[in-house]
């Protein structure tokens, strides 16, 4: 399974951006997404993730009622919509693929996209 991460970019604080997360391959509607970032200087810490199905949405609680994560099986496509961005939401986004166990730990993900640079400005 290859993943192909885009939509990042430069906004304002406040604003919006939607990430996706494209997959080639048949695995990918068998497999949990998980986005995770990493910002300058900091380990890559989870920031959002979803069932298989794409229900049962689970977030890191600093974006929590910002961020919603989504996944369509027909498209083989994951997505991060990020809405009232903030400076602190600036890092590269990672999309990943994990077939069990916990949704938080990055070594339960077996596939990793290349990342997309999101930068907030003030």
């Known amino acids: 399974v290859q993943l192909q991460a885009s939509g990042g970019g430069l906004v304002q604080a406040g604003g919006s951006l939607r990430l996706s997360c494209a997959a080639s391959?048949?695995?990918?509607?068998?497999?949990?997404l998980g986005w995770f970032r990493q910002a300058p200087g900091k380990e890559r810490e989870f920031v959002a993730a979803?069932?298989?199905?794409?229900?049962?949405?689970y977030y890191v609680d600093s974006v929590k009622g910002r961020f919603t994560i989504s996944k369509d099986n027909v498209k083989n496509t994951g997505y991060l919509q990020m809405n009232s961005l903030k400076r602190e939401d600036t890092a590269v986004y990672y999309c990943?693929?994990?077939?069990?166990?916990?949704?938080?730990?990055?070594?339960?993900?077996?596939?990793w996209g290349q990342g997309t640079l999101v930068t907030v400005s003030s």
């Open positions: 990943a693929l994990a077939p069990s166990g916990s949704y938080y730990a990055p070594g339960n993900y077996h596939y």
């Open positions: 391959g048949r695995t990918f509607s068998s497999y949990s």
């Open positions: 979803c069932h298989w199905s794409g229900t049962g949405a």
